[in-house]
C-alpha cells in the first residue's frame, strides 16, 4: 500500500471512529488515541472561538454538532488558527441544522467569529489612530474594522436570551481599537449607511454627508450634517476610521 493510501486510511479512520471496530484491539488501542487528540483539539478551538455559542448546547449536542463539522468539513488550511473560520464556512454552506441547534445559529457563529478574526487579523502597514482634537479633511474606514447586519440582536444572545424568530435588521459596527481590544457598536440604519458609504473609499466628511443626504430621503441637510460629524468624531475616537 503507497503511503498516500495509508495516509487516507489513517485519515477516515481518526475522523470514523466507528468505522474502526473491525480492527484487532491492539490497532483499536492506537487508534483511540488519535482519534481522541484529534477531535478534543478541534473541539477546544472551537469552544474558545465561540464560548456563546457553546453556552447554549448540552454536552451531548454540542459534541454532535462538533463532530458533523470534523467528518463533513474538508478544511483547506492547515492551520489551527483558521479553524473557527472554516467551522462558520460549515454551517454557512454544507450544515443542515436540526431541532437542537438555535435558529440564530449561522449568524452568532459569524458574529463571535468576526470577533475572533479582527483579534488576529494582520494589515500590508501599521494602522494610524487618529489624536487629534478637530475632524481631519479626508477620512476612511480602519482595516480593522467591519460592518455586519444580522436578523437576531446577535450581542443580547446568551442561555436567558435566545429569540425564537428573526425580527428587523440589526447593524454592527466592529473594530479593533489602539489598545488591540476589539469593541463593537450596535447602529441604527443611517449610521450603517453612513458607515457604509465611509467603508468604499476615503472621502471627506463634507461629501459624506451629501452621499448621506442622497441616501437619506426626507432629512433636512443639516440633520444630517450634525448626525454625520457626530459619528466620524465618535469613529475616530474608538478607532473604527481613520484619518486617510
Known amino acids: 500500500m503507497r503511503l498516500t493510501e495509508q495516509l487516507t486510511e489513517l485519515a477516515t479512520a481518526i ?4 468505522q474502526t471496530s473491525e480492527q484487532d484491539q491492539d490497532t483499536q488501542r492506537r487508534l483511540a488515541i488519535y482519534q481522541s487528540l484529534f477531535f478534543n483539539n478541534v473541539e477546544g478551538f472551537i469552544r474558545n472561538g465561540f464560548p456563546v ?46 431541532s437542537s441547534d438555535p435558529v440564530f445559529l449561522k449568524e452568532l457563529a459569524h458574529y463571535e467569529w468576526l470577533e475572533l478574526a479582527l483579534s488576529v487579523r494582520k494589515t500590508d502597514s501599521p494602522v494610524t489612530y487618529w489624536r487629534g482634537e478637530t475632524i481631519p479633511d479626508y477620512v476612511r474606514s480602519s482595516p480593522l474594522s467591519e460592518l455586519a447586519g444580522y436578523a437576531y440582536p446577535v450581542h443580547m444572545i446568551g442561555p436567558d436570551f435566545q429569540p425564537e424568530a428573526p425580527g428587523e435588521q440589526h ?29 468604499q473609499q476615503p ?27 457626530q459619528l466620524v468624531s465618535q469613529w475616530l475616537t474608538c478607532g473604527a476610521v481613520t484619518e486617510a
Open 53 to 98: 455559542l457553546h453556552s447554549l448546547y448540552g454536552s451531548d449536542n454540542w459534541q454532535q454538532l462538533v463532530r458533523a463539522f470534523f467528518q463533513q468539513h474538508p478544511c483547506r488550511s492547515p492551520y489551527f488558527i483558521d479553524i473557527s473560520k472554516e467551522f462558520v464556512e460549515f454551517l454557512s454552506n454544507a450544515y443542515e441544522p436540526t
Open 171 to 199: 447593524f454592527y459596527l466592529l473594530y479593533r481599537d489602539s489598545e488591540h481590544h476589539v469593541g463593537f457598536q450596535h447602529l441604527n440604519p443611517l449610521a450603517a449607511l453612513t458607515f457604509d458609504l465611509l467603508n
Open 203 to 229: 472621502t471627506s466628511v463634507e461629501r459624506l454627508c451629501e452621499r448621506v443626504h442622497q441616501q437619506a430621503a426626507g432629512l433636512p441637510l443639516n440633520t444630517v450634517q450634525q448626525g454625520v460629524q
Open 15 to 18: 475522523r470514523f471512529p466507528e
